[in-house]
């Protein structure tokens, strides 16, 4: 929605003003995306395994898995929207061709255009279906990530089988998992498992923090919360793009476990000395609470996941033929492109989220622990 940084600014840079320049390096938190996908694998892995960490923990070994309605809830909150952005897609694309837009028809010359793909072949859709997308539908690139996601929540009941009698097993279990993933013995056609099985020890370390919150062990958060430091090992990792996607994940883990020992000293300051360390922590626990003020945000934050791209090519390639094949020089139109994207996500939210995650329904079984 706008020219860009390596394509427009460094090229012209005197042409943008300080209100501009603040703006472009404030946007470049934008190209962490496959980061912030990375984080969210983590947050998954604790919100999924949060309850059932719950009643290992009262029934120890004797606890079993309810495979059923476990599946059940994982369709009903993965399809529907998945299945409104493949429609949106396939319409928006269209739609696109139609118009002859530059964009959708691999005219444009941004960078933009280099990551895009208008694939709508029926293969593809049906790849996509039972989340293989590898290539993705259409010009919805982030729904790659729905391929990790949803073989995580699979694999998840064989995990739990073995940390019904000792997590530390399933850890072990998953990291020969990952290494498996890593061994040079795959074939071109399994390429999409092979990124799952490297990658479900990112999710299980969401997991771990599960474990440790429900209190199956005594580690404490200030001990876990050093895996921030990891962040610092992220230069030392290129020879698989996934390896620094798991030292990203042991980072998230930490900044996590960062945040739930700070609310916890948050309470145990609210009910004790009150020191400069009890003041600060306090402040801190009030900051970390004040999230959920963006509870609405996160009610529908799966739904815009999935559909907000589509919506941007299409804003994109119209902007582009607007201007005879160029983008502008300011954000306006990429802050109206979000908001619009926001809003129309949250309108659809009604429609293919809310029905299918209804907290009374969750409610009906406090072991579930599932929101995402």
Avoid at 78 to 105: E, M, N, S, V
Avoid at 198 to 226: K, N
Avoid at 258 to 280: I, P
């Amino acid at each position: 929605m706008w020219e860009g940084y390596s394509e427009g600014y460094l090229r012209h840079p005197d042409e943008y003003g300080p209100a501009g320049k603040l703006l472009v390096f404030l946007a470049s938190a934008f190209k962490w995306g496959n980061a912030a996908v990375i984080f969210f694998f983590v947050l998954s892995g604790f919100v999924i395994h949060l309850g059932y960490a719950r009643r290992l923990l009262a029934e120890g070994p004797r606890a079993r898995f309810d495979f059923g309605p476990y599946i059940r809830r994982r369709a009903r909150r993965l399809y529907p929207p998945f299945l409104l952005a493949l429609l949106l897609t396939w319409a928006l694309d269209t739609w696109g061709r139609r118009l002859q837009l530059p964009l959708h028809h691999g005219l444009d010359p941004l960078l933009l255009n280099r990551a895009l793909g208008f694939d709508h072949r029926l293969k593809t859709a049906v790849r996509n279906l039972v989340f293989i997308t590898n290539p993705v539908f259409g010009s919805d690139g982030p729904l790659w990530s729905l391929n990790y996601e949803a073989y995580f929540y699979l694999l998840y009941p064989a995990v739990f089988a073995i940390a019904r009698r000792s997590w530390q097993a399933a850890t072990i279990a998953l990291v020969a998992l990952s290494l498996l993933g890593f061994a040079p013995i795959w074939p071109g056609s399994l390429l999409w498992l092979r990124g799952v099985f490297q990658l479900m020890i990112v999710w299980w370390f969401g997991a771990l923090l599960a474990e440790r919150f429900a209190g199956r062990f005594a580690l404490g958060y200030g001990s876990l919360s050093g895996l921030i430091l990891a962040f610092l090992a992220l230069p030392l990792w290129r020879w698989d793009p996934n390896v620094p996607a798991i030292v990203l994940g042991l980072a998230f883990t930490g900044l996590l476990a960062a945040c739930f020992g700070l609310q916890e000293s948050g309470r145990a300051a609210s009910s004790g000395d009150q020191g400069s360390f009890g003041r600060w922590t306090s402040l801190g626990s009030r900051v970390v609470s004040c999230l959920a003020n963006l509870r609405p945000l996160g009610a529908m934050s799966y739904t815009l996941y999935v559909i907000h791209f589509p919506i941007l090519v299409f804003m994109s390639g119209c902007l582009t033929k607007a201007r005879g094949g160029t983008l502008p020089g300011h954000l306006g139109w990429a802050a109206l492109g979000i908001c619009l994207c926001v809003l129309i996500a949250w309108l659809f939210h009604f429609l293919v989220e809310r029905p299918f995650t209804r907290q009374r329904e969750r409610a009906r079984s406090p072991s579930r622990g599932s929101g995402r």
